[in-house]
């Protein structure tokens, strides 16, 4: 089965500072999609970002953007110019098509932003 | 559009008794997931339909799980009978593609 591992149960970062959020699977596939949600206390799962494993091009929205590294099968994602309403807990996310894309979710990364 | 909407937000039931959690998917969307998540192991998917049929519900725990999806807007997940185990947050989301979930506000569930 596909594993999806976030090495980092908690980080923090100072408001307007720069954070990355690592991120790490395991799959057979070649074609699959993989995901960072944001689940602020509010408890709801956010999509924060996506990538699509056939696109060189990193993902970017605004403050987020991820660092595919296809071969190293990592995925992390860099959040910049923190702000408060960044703090929550942040999964990655894996989908692939050969496994019915079914997604496997990681563990989490709680982040707390220091003002 | 409203997004994923889910009953009750909170919970909490004595060991035995039935619990009903319902879910309205977003319209369009043909697919719809049931997933619950605990701080021991995380995000797990119980089961998921397409177009109101099952397709895999090889997550769901035990015989004392059962969801339905009677229309396309609505779908419920039962527990009968509760344990404190199954004390948890239960998210419903929906997808039209299969390539990105929405999710619901998540339902807190409390057995005592």
């Known amino acids: 089965a596909q594993t999806v591992t976030q090495s980092q149960p908690e980080m923090s970062v100072q408001e307007a500072e720069t954070v990355t959020l690592s991120c790490t699977y395991d799959?057979?596939?070649?074609?699959?999609?993989l995901f960072w949600y944001k689940q602020p206390p509010s408890r709801q799962m956010i999509l924060v970002i996506r990538?699509?494993?056939?696109?060189?091009q990193n993902a970017t929205e605004n403050r987020f953007s991820v660092n595919f590294q296809k071969a190293a099968k990592s995925f992390s994602l860099k959040i910049s110019d923190s702000q408060l309403g960044d703090a929550a807990m942040y999964f990655c996310?894996?989908?692939?098509?050969?496994?019915?894309?079914?997604?496997?979710f990681g563990t989490g990364t709680s982040l707390t932003v220091i003002p | 559009d409203a997004g994923v909407i889910q009953s009750p937000r909170h919970e909490v039931t004595e060991m035995g008794q039935e619990v009903t959690l319902r879910c309205k998917p977003i319209?369009?969307?043909?697919?719809l997931f049931w997933y619950r998540q605990t701080m021991m192991r995380g995000l797990e998917l119980l089961i998921y339909?397409?177009?109101?049929?099952?397709?895999?519900d090889s997550g769901m725990p035990e015989d004392r799980f059962s969801a339905k999806m009677p229309n396309a807007s609505f779908s419920t997940l039962k527990i009968q009978p509760s344990e404190p185990r199954d004390s948890a947050v239960y998210f419903c989301?929906?997808?039209?593609?299969?390539?990105?979930?929405?999710f619901g506000n998540g339902t807190r569930l409390t057995v005592t």
């Open positions: 989301a929906s997808s039209l593609d299969r390539v990105i979930l929405h």
């Open positions: 799959t057979s596939e070649s074609d699959y999609y």
């Open positions: 990538q699509e494993a056939y696109k060189q």
């Open positions: 996310a894996y989908s692939g098509s050969n496994t019915g894309n079914q997604f496997y």
């Open positions: 319209s369009g969307h043909d697919y």
């Open positions: 339909f397409n177009n109101n049929v099952p397709i895999d």
